[in-house]
């Protein structure tokens, strides 16, 4: 017999803890009212309209939407390299206006310094910030650790597959102690089977050390198997079709891609995104009128 469809609002006990107990943790980012646009030579682009959400602590949240909804925008913002055309965001209720180390980026490329070691990129940061050679030495190496790099310390990044120099540059993030590591697009220009090791990796880091996560991608899946919460964008203006809950205990796992509640919740941000169809059924449909 089929599985019965589950709706994707449906929540077990225990996911229903799960989801309260976030929600009782302080809040790390608040966006309200937020909305950017842009004065081009184009003409003028309403990239964001009246966004707003909040991220707790230790959370991990995706944002999808499709392309030109102004994810990346949202998260530069959120950086601190773009300001806001209206409303407000604010880290630990202080606005954000500049760039600064309460935040990381994890971005598509991985922007490493080519001329450094691992070690030194990810010391990179601590030096900057004020600690000594050999202390920033001591932390690299504990974020190289839990990114799963020890023994590559002394390797530079053309010596590495992508995947490793993406664990890099979440390891350099991170040795900032960012309040939360904003991330576009990361696992973008992975294969699959390097995506899912990487998927993998960011789930053990965060229950490692607990970190909040803001994390943009494409990849439907990889939102609702990674995530606490699938914030979904509408284009043109980009603005919130939907926040939804991820119906899934922690800790994630694999077999998990196959569960009822996985399956309707992915179908449902499918639809948001794509419309009634998914892409492929879409192209069907154009050719059945030609
Ligand atoms: N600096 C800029 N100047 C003018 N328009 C911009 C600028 N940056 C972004 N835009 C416009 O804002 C809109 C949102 O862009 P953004 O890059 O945030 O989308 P996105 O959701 O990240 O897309 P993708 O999925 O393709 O990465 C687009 O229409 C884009 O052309
Ligand atoms: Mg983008």
């Known amino acids: 017999m089929e599985e019965p469809i589950i709706d994707y609002k449906h929540k077990t006990p225990d996911v229903q803890k799960q989801l309260e107990a976030l929600r009782e943790k302080p809040v ?60 407000s ?3 630990d209720g202080n606005t954000i206006d500049s760039p600064g180390p309460g935040r990381g980026m994890v971005f598509q490329s991985y922007s490493l310094f080519p001329w450094l070691t691992v070690e030194q990129n990810v010391a990179f940061g601590p030096q900057t910030l004020g600690s000594s050679k050999t202390d920033a030495t001591n932390e690299a ?33 991170l040795a900032n102690k960012p309040r939360i590591l904003l991330m576009d697009e990361p696992f973008g220009a992975l ?26 991608t494409h990849d439907l899946d990889e939102a609702v198997y990674l995530s606490d919460r699938v914030l979904a964008l509408d284009a043109n203006p980009g603005r919130v079709a939907e926040l ?18 996985f399956l309707s919740t992915r179908v449902h941000v499918g639809h948001l995104i794509h419309g009634d169809f998914p892409e492929e059924m879409k192209e069907l449909e154009f050719l059945k009128e030609h």
């Open 28 to 87: 790390v980012l608040d966006v309200e009212g937020a909305g950017k646009t842009f004065h081009g030579e184009n003409g003028t682009v309403e990239a964001l309209k009246d966004i707003s959400f909040k991220v707790h602590e230790g959370e991990l949240m995706s944002i999808v939407g499709p392309s030109g909804s102004g994810k990346s925008t949202l998260i530069r913002i959120i950086a601190g390299l773009e300001t806001l055309s209206c409303g």
């Open 89 to 91: 965001a604010k880290l």
């Open 141 to 173: 190496q504990h974020w190289i650790q839990i990114v799963g790099l020890d023994g590559f310390e002394k390797a530079y990044p053309h010596q590495l597959s992508g995947g490793m120099r993406q664990r890099v540059g979440i390891a350099r993030a």
């Open 191 to 216: 294969d699959a089977q390097t995506r899912a090791q990487m998927q993998a990796y960011l789930l053990q880091i965060r229950r490692t050390i607990d970190v909040t996560i803001l994390f943009i």
């Open 244 to 261: 939804i809950d991820v119906p899934l205990v922690r800790p994630r796992k694999p077999e998990m891609f196959s569960d009822p509640h």
